[in-house]
Each structure stands twice: as C-alpha cells, then as structure tokens.
C-alpha cells in the first residue's frame, strides 16, 4: 500500500470516529426520539466507514489513527459550550451541520494532497462524504 493510501485511510479513521464520539455526545442531550433513532442509524454507518479504513491499514501492516484524550475532551467541552443555554433539536442538528462539514474540508483536503491514492483508499474516502451530505440533508430539516 502507498503512503498516500494510508493517509487517505487514516483521515477516514479521523473523521468517521469524530463523527461517532460527536453523535455520542450530543446523543446524551437529544429530546426527539426520531432524531436519535437517525442519529443512532448514522453512528452505525460511520462505525462501517470506520472499520474498513482499519481493516485495510491492518492488511498493509499499516499504522492506524489514534485519537487522543484531549482531542475527546476539547469535543465534548466544546459540544457542551454551545448547548448550554440551548439545546434543542434545531441547535443540536447545526452543531453536527458544522462538524459534517469540516470533516468534509479534511477529506478534500487529503485527497487533493495524497494525488497518487489509489481507487480502493478514494472509494473509502468518497463514501464517507457521501455519507456526511446525507446526514446534513437529513438533518436540515431541524434547523
């Protein structure tokens, strides 16, 4: 596996396993049950994403993305910041808006820069995206 490969695959580990503490986080604060039913769906799908970006940096005895403590600690605070005074459904759905899109800009970043990935990697990597339009399509209508 190329270099490019696995850094396409670990900023999919990156963004995927954001995507879940951030859906676990702000699962906590969420009063509509439909919206955690979809939020529950969309973990799942990010757990997917997650694990066959791991998978194939395991194949290639690649090293994988390790989060830290304090990356978990500065997401939640952060979360918890802005839904202090409020938290409702419309407030919850533009802070994960927000964070789909930046996950987004990573991963167009990456994959302009790692030019020489090959398909495999960029599919993983597409289809997170892919994924992160749905959610923020889906979660629009909260707004």
């Known amino acids: 596996m190329k270099k490019d490969d696995r850094e396409i695959l670990k900023e999919v580990q990156k963004n995927s396993q954001m995507a879940v503490k951030t859906i676990d986080t702000i699962s906590e604060k969420v009063c509509d049950d439909i919206m955690r039913y979809e939020l529950i769906k969309e973990k799942r799908k990010y757990t997917d994403i ?3 970006a791991e998978e194939r940096l395991i194949q290639d005895k690649a090293e994988e993305y390790h989060g830290s403590a304090i990356e978990d600690m500065r997401l939640k605070s952060a979360i918890n910041i802005n839904t202090f005074l409020n938290c409702s ?5 533009e ?4 964070g789909s899109n930046r996950g987004m800009t990573s991963m167009w970043k990456a994959m302009n820069h790692y030019e020489t990935a090959t398909d495999t990697s960029l599919e993983i990597a597409r289809e997170l995206m892919d994924l992160e ?8 209508r909260y707004l």
């Open 133 to 140: 339009e749905k959610c923020i399509e889906q979660l629009k």
């Open 95 to 98: 802070l994960i808006i927000q």
């Open 89 to 93: 459904s419309s407030k919850l759905a």
């Open 50 to 52: 997650h694990n066959r």
